[in-house]
């Protein structure tokens, strides 16, 4: 089944940057893999996405230019890199995976697989 293990976490001050890692096993072909946030007292949400295959990216208009998710497909790794942090990034970041990639991979609800999450606080 599919594993998904993120790492790269942590608090760093406002303005700062942090670079997710999501390594991802127990698939075959093309999925989609996103990135999630779940701040307190909020929905989580779907932060951005990009097709393993092809490598299209996908994210959620509000962090268009300031995070970018990209792929090591050797290592089967997703990474985001967010770059100058707000206060309010401060949430858990999880990683997922949708195996059906058709249509694109910016359909949110159909993330199934989860990693652990990985906590950014922003201070």
């Known amino acids: 089944h599919v594993q998904l293990v993120e790492s790269g976490g942590g608090s760093v001050q406002a303005g700062g940057s942090l670079r997710l890692s999501c390594a991802a096993s127990?698939?075959?072909?093309?999925?989609?893999m996103g990135w999630f946030r779940e701040a307190p007292g909020k929905e989580r949400e779907g932060v951005a996405a990009?097709?393993?295959?092809?490598?299209?990216?996908y994210y959620v208009d509000s962090e268009k230019g300031r995070f970018t998710i990209s792929q090591d497909k050797a290592k089967n790794t997703v990474y985001m890199q967010m770059n100058t942090l707000k206060p309010e990034d401060t949430a858990m970041y999880y990683c997922?995976?949708?195996?059906?990639?058709?249509?694109?991979?910016?359909?949110?609800?159909?993330?199934?697989?989860w990693g652990q999450g990985t906590q950014v606080t922003v201070s």
């Open positions: 997922a995976a949708d195996l059906y990639v058709s249509g694109g991979c910016q359909k949110w609800w159909e993330y199934n697989y």
């Open positions: 127990g698939y075959t072909g093309r999925i989609c």
């Open positions: 990009i097709s393993t295959g092809l490598g299209i990216t």
